[in-house]
């Protein structure tokens, strides 16, 4: 009995290696700072979203509300006394 044995190559897909890194919560409270927020209430990362959601003060002093891009740090939302500004 004689066995025969071939040697297969497979090609698989390439595996994306960026890798996107989300920010930090003292990263985004820079550029919180840095856009003129401040007195950070609540910092809280939902990774289920994608996003940072902050309760703080803007330039003039109202009480907001933001929804922040996890990985960009773009300003998704922003609430200000129950109305919305984009």
């Not at 040697?7 to 919560?25: G, N």
């Not at 910092?43 to 109202?62: F, L, M, Q, S, T």
């Amino acid at each position: 009995m004689c066995c025969l044995l071939q040697s297969y190559v497979v090609h698989a897909d390439p595996v994306d290696t960026t890798v996107v890194k989300m920010l930090s919560v003292p990263s985004a409270m820079k550029q919180l700072e840095s856009d003129g927020y401040y007195d950070f209430r609540m910092i809280k990362i939902e990774r289920k979203h994608n996003e940072i959601a902050v309760k703080a003060r803007n330039r003039v002093g109202d009480s907001v509300e933001l929804e922040m891009d996890l990985y960009s740090g773009i300003i998704l939302h922003e609430k200000t006394h129950g109305e919305e500004i984009q």
